[in-house]
């Protein structure tokens, strides 16, 4: 089962996450870490800048790309992992990948980006967010669970829901590369975050749920180490919220995230 651990906010969120990633660190400095954009992860990369770690060695992967922006359109993908992770957290920007970003035709990106991912020696954590279609990266529902980086489609839902950022709605994407539910599947730890009433009925979907390609977020349950960090307003459709809580409470000195 996955650990569900239900936090007061989402800046508790970020502390806690930012522990198990600076743990990581501390055994291995070039540990390869899954990045995921929105604005789920922030006190994340916040927390972990507060804390001034060396991670000039770690290297990363991001989930997912719009597909026809501009190059250096400033809410591409590559421009937030820049923005929110890279400069902030002193990372390399040659050891952080986005997908496409390799120069070559967008046909043939996702296996190349594959390739690079396992060439790194796979993803050690991967942070995840959750959208409100229950999309993991940017897998929408009806993703295969087996399904590896390529080009989707995005939904009415998520473009209207990422429309914030942008101008307006028009210039939102219609496409996306995302990494599969089968390459999130492939990292050693999944760590997913949600804040916020909006995301109780995909947070309940992903970790109650059956699993169905119709709620992506649900492949999580096929992972053998997931950690659920949530706040109790995303947590409020959990049918089990009463026993993840009491776990945590009574977790044994070495369970830590
Ligand atoms: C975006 C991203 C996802 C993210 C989700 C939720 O579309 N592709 O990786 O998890 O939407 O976004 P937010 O965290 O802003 O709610």
Known sequence: MAEVVIVPS?????????????????????????????????????????????????????????????????????????????EPLGLRPELVRVPGDDGGPLEGAGGRYERDIVSAGGVDLQLLGIGRTGHIGFNEPGSSFGSLTRVKTLTVQTRADNARFFDSPDEVPTHCLTQGLGTILRARHLVLLAFGEGKAPAIAAAVEGPLTASAPGSAVQLHPRVSVVIDEAAASQLVNADYYRYAWEHRLPWENL
């Open 10 to 86: 989402a800046e508790a969120a970020g502390e806690l996450v930012a522990d198990s990633i600076a743990a990581l660190i501390a055994t291995k400095p070039d540990a390869v870490l899954g990045f995921a954009t929105g604005s789920t992860p922030l006190p994340v990369y916040r927390a972990l800048q507060s804390r001034g770690l060396d991670l000039s060695a770690v290297r990363g992967f991001a989930l997912d790309e719009y597909v026809g922006l501009p190059p250096g359109h400033p809410e591409s993908y590559r421009a937030v992992i820049t923005r929110e992770v890279v």
